[in-house]
């Protein structure tokens, strides 16, 4: 099975744009979260979509959005882009029905790098 | 203060050795504990979870939670240079999938 895929792997932006970052599930995983992981940290959660639902949101600002298609996909938004949004950004799928060794086990893609000059 | 407290290192042991991480926390409500890995440009993998207090092992790997010390370990027995990676500790309450990671430790095992 295929796992979590993101799209692009590698990004480079100016301050001010807009940037969009994919994520496809794994099949079957209704359920997506968005993490940044900023170069020497751990990662901190932004969003999570469940059923196309926004299910929580971290403590980010407003310009980053996200939403979440029938196939459960999903895209990551962010807007004016700062030099401190230059990360990692990780999508992650879970299950409500047990597909890894426990219940809320995150499967992680392998991200976005995303770089704003 | 950080919600979840783990030391950066780096850790650098020789082929063979015990790798001993560690990461404490503040928020009560965690409930799951896991310890993930990640080698450099992937992202995290899960290697252990523990849910509330207890020890848990898995092959090589054990994995301590002491929820009244606030206080979660890794042991790495038998270390070998594929061990090298970056490991990251992360809890959850539980009800929600929020995890919320530690900074995570480069660790380096030396052939």
């Known amino acids: 099975d295929a796992g979590v895929t993101q799209s692009p792997t590698h990004l480079i932006k100016t301050r001010g744009q807009h940037v969009t970052l994919r994520c496809s599930p794994i099949?079957?995983?209704?359920?997506v979260s968005w993490y940044q992981q900023v170069l020497g940290q751990g990662p901190q959660f932004i969003f999570q979509?469940?059923?196309?639902?926004?299910?929580g949101r971290g403590n980010f600002p407003d310009r980053f959005s996200a939403r979440q298609f029938p196939n459960y996909s999903s895209e990551l938004n962010v807007n004016a882009l700062l030099l401190g949004d230059s990360a990692l950004y990780l999508c992650?799928?879970?299950?409500?029905?047990?597909?890894?060794?426990?219940?809320?086990?995150?499967?992680f893609g392998p991200g976005t790098r995303l770089t704003v000059l | 203060q950080k919600e979840v407290e783990q030391d950066p290192g780096p850790l650098s042991v020789p082929e063979g050795a015990i790798v001993s991480l560690n990461c404490t926390y503040s928020?009560?409500?965690?409930?799951?504990f896991m310890w993930y890995r990640q080698y450099s440009r992937k992202g995290p993998e899960l290697l252990m979870y523990?849910?509330?207090?207890g020890n848990k092992e898995d092959g090589r790997f054990t994995a301590q939670v002491d929820k009244s010390s606030k206080y979660i370990s890794l042991f790495i027995r038998d270390s070998q240079p594929s061990d090298s990676a970056t490991y990251l500790c992360?809890?959850?309450?539980?009800?929600?999938?929020?995890?919320?990671f530690g900074a995570g430790t480069t660790v380096t095992v030396r052939a």
């Open positions: 992650a799928s879970s299950s409500t029905r047990t597909s890894g060794r426990f219940l809320h086990e995150q499967f």
């Open positions: 099949s079957g995983h209704k359920s």
């Open positions: 979509y469940y059923e196309k639902e926004e299910r």
């Open positions: 928020n009560s409500a965690f409930q799951y």
């Open positions: 523990t849910y509330s207090s």
């Open positions: 992360a809890m959850s309450e539980g009800n929600d999938y929020k995890l919320s």
